[in-house]
């Protein structure tokens, strides 16, 4: 069964620094990698998503994807304390039944 | 509206008693999820719903019921609750029954079974 592991498991970032999160996945049938993001109290939401390998930027978040090693990084520039919150990646892979599988998430908290 | 709703948000339950979960959707997707969630795991996926079609997880297949009367709801139903169901149950929604889409979540529902 497909494995997503998400490092680190906690991170503090001083407001205004850079927070970078990683996240692999076991499955080399996967195809589809997101990055959500949960608020405390809230229901996760997607924040990015990334199909191909390479770079993808919005705003202050970039995302890169390194297909060959099943590898997905996130990173936030100009960190703010509202960026506090819990990181899940989340990778899709085409079985014929397809489904989602998402990592334990970093837990980034930016400390004003 | 983007919002998938959850139904409790808390739920205290028995040992032993049935427990039943309520999800609803409005933007008419097709694949309705199942998530359970503890703390520091990652949502472990329960079943699915495509459609009409219900897709249970092979590891969690007899632990779980799930209803979808109509394209808005769904259910999550436990027989007999254990300790061990005590967790977050989230509810997501999407387009197709693809895995390039992505999910809609609703806030969870808390279950606490003592």
């Known amino acids: 069964q497909q494995k997503v592991q998400q490092s680190p498991e906690s991170l503090i970032v001083p407001e205004g620094g850079m927070a970078s999160l990683n996240c692999t996945s076991s499955d080399r049938n996967v195809d589809y990698f997101w990055w959500y993001r949960q608020h405390s109290g809230k229901s996760p939401k997607m924040l990015m998503?990334?199909?191909?390998?390479g770079e993808k930027e919005e705003g202050r978040f970039t995302v890169h994807l390194n297909k060959a090693s099943l590898h997905t990084s996130l990173h936030i520039r100009d960190s703010q304390p509202s960026d506090s919150a819990l990181y899940l990646c989340a990778a899709g892979a085409n079985y014929g039944n397809e489904k989602i599988t998402f990592g334990a998430g970093t837990k980034l908290t930016i400390k004003p | 509206d983007t919002t998938v709703k959850q139904n409790p948000r808390y739920k205290l339950a028995r040992v032993g008693k049935p427990v039943n979960l309520i999800c609803s959707q409005t933007?008419?997707?097709?694949?309705m999820y199942w998530y359970q969630k503890k703390p520091n795991q990652a949502p472990k996926l329960l079943l699915f719903?495509?459609?009409?079609?219900?897709?249970r997880e092979a590891d969690t297949f007899e632990k779980f019921q799930s209803s979808r009367p109509n394209n808005s709801f769904c259910s999550l139903y436990i027989g007999s609750a254990g300790l061990e169901y005590s967790a977050m149950y989230l509810c997501a929604s999407s387009r197709g029954q693809i895995s390039n889409e992505r999910l809609f979540f609703g806030h969870g529902t808390k279950l606490s079974v003592l």
């Open positions: 719903y495509y459609d009409k079609i219900l897709n």
């Open positions: 933007m008419n997707h097709d694949t």
């Open positions: 998503s990334i199909f191909s390998n």
